[in-house]
């Protein structure tokens, strides 16, 4: 029989003694904590972002430390996460896998295959508050699928040409383009061999390469500018998507090869179409990009010798009206409710004020746009009310279930005339019909 020794009286006292001061040291550092601080109360919030440059990085974590700092129950860790493209298989890994972050940066389009995952609370009844009425009625588009609300502007922005009057002046140019021929024309004044060694070194105008979302959101202002519609009808479907015997799309890609055969383009690295060290550089006059540069632009280019100028018209004024959606994941009530809490501050009139000003985005807020420290950055910046006034003829893109995959043929379409290698006629063609066994 094996005999098992019982604990002494001296060793369960001893026992006992260490739980009294663990439990003293408890007690003690539970008193210690500030009034409001129990950490047990505290909500933790993850937002996935892709905001880029870096610079404007910087100012998105200033303003959500802001609110960390008078939200003293809720607390929102910032996570970059990547540029769109490369966000999208997380996004939806962590949706399928029950673990999406609570709240999502990112640009509208991605709604209606959000919603069909059934991964976003509607915002309806959240937004029947009085911060509703300060939003851009013209960005409602943008967070309405089906007759619901399923997101709120981040900010908003569109697309222009940004230009250096120093590089116009030396080529002898007095006036802007306005049309897609005059635009054409300035490009070829604008590639020359500056330094006179017998090469091009300077070209007229950068075009992203690439058939990512950002090379076809800069391109779909040209088609619609050149007549062309993307989707027929009213309809917010995916199969509606018509690109064969579309006019303007035909001239739109007609125009971008065009310039590449006229010697007059620099092409991005693949998928880098939104960088600007070029056009910082002076190796290229003209960059297709929007307000959201206007933070580093001011910084980098000396003298402020750049400008910008509404994108030429086909048959009609258009630009792509861009700038990303706040979106919020089924959680917890509790959890939904605090980041809602958020929401409401990224579209308040302060957060909106100081998120333009630090990088060049647009308010979405109406009371922001006449807030008296913006006025005076517009009086300064002449650029922004360029897309301010042509915000009026922005289009979104369609946020139907799929449009990732209409982007994407688009976009390879793109990729294949800009390099040669077949018609826009038959790039369309071919793009039509690998839609067509997708979606029919």
């Known amino acids: 029989m094996k005999f098992i020794k019982l604990p002494t009286y001296s060793f369960l006292r001893a026992r006992l003694l260490i739980l009294l001061i663990v439990g003293i040291l408890i007690l003690t550092g539970c008193q210690a904590l500030p009034k409001g601080k129990n950490t047990d109360q505290v909500i933790h919030l993850t937002l996935w972002q892709g905001v880029n440059p870096p610079p404007n990085r910087d100012v998105l974590q200033k303003l959500v430390d802001r609110f960390n700092q008078t939200h003293s129950n809720i607390q929102v860790e910032s996570l970059y996460v990547g540029q769109p493209d490369q966000q999208m298989p997380k996004i939806l890994a962590a949706v399928v896998g029950n673990a999406p972050p609570d709240l999502l940066w990112y640009n509208p389009a991605i709604g209606g295959q959000l919603v069909e995952l059934n991964a976003l609370i509607p915002l309806d009844e959240m937004l029947a508050s009085p911060v509703k009425e300060d939003i851009d009625p013209a960005l409602f588009q943008s967070m309405e699928y089906k007759g619901k609300i399923w997101s709120v502007p981040f900010a908003t922005n569109n697309v222009g040409i940004y230009y250096r009057p120093s590089l116009f002046q030396a080529a002898g140019i007095t006036e802007l383009p306005r049309t897609w021929e005059e635009l054409r024309q300035v490009a070829k004044k ?27 959101f800069v391109w779909l202002p040209f088609m619609w500018s050149g007549g062309g519609e993307l989707v027929s009808g009213d309809t917010q479907q995916a199969a509606a998507v018509k690109l064969i015997d579309n006019k303007g799309a035909i001239a739109a890609l007609q125009l971008w090869r065009d310039l590449i055969t006229d010697g007059s383009v620099i092409l991005s690295g693949p998928e880098r179409g939104y960088e600007t060290d070029n056009f910082i550089a002076g190796k290229v006059a003209m960059q297709i990009t929007g307000p959201w540069t206007l933070g580093y632009l001011q910084q980098d280019i000396p003298n402020g010798d750049f400008a910008v100028f509404p994108i030429p018209v086909g048959e009609r004024p258009a630009t792509s009206t861009g700038g990303e959606n706040l979106f919020l ?44 420290k913006y006025l005076a950055y517009v009086e300064k910046q002449p650029a922004v009310k360029v897309f301010l006034d042509q915000a009026k003829y922005g289009r979104s893109r369609p946020i139907f279930p799929g449009y990732n995959r209409v982007s994407e043929n688009i976009g390879r379409a793109l990729e294949s005339v800009m390099l040669g290698k077949t018609t826009p006629q038959e790039a369309l063609k071919q793009s039509q019909q690998r839609l067509d066994l997708i979606f029919k």
Do not use: C, M
């Open 190 to 216: 604008l590639t020359r061999d500056t330094n006179g060694d017998g090469s091009i070194d300077q070209h007229g105008i950068f075009l992203p390469l690439g058939k990512g979302e950002f090379s076809v």
């Open 329 to 372: 994941f089924k959680t917890t009530p509790q959890r939904e409710k605090a980041a809602f809490t958020f929401a409401e501050y990224v579209l308040s009139e302060e957060f909106q004020t100081e998120w333009a000003l630090g990088t060049g985005y647009l308010p979405a807020n109406l009371k922001s746009r006449q807030n008296p």
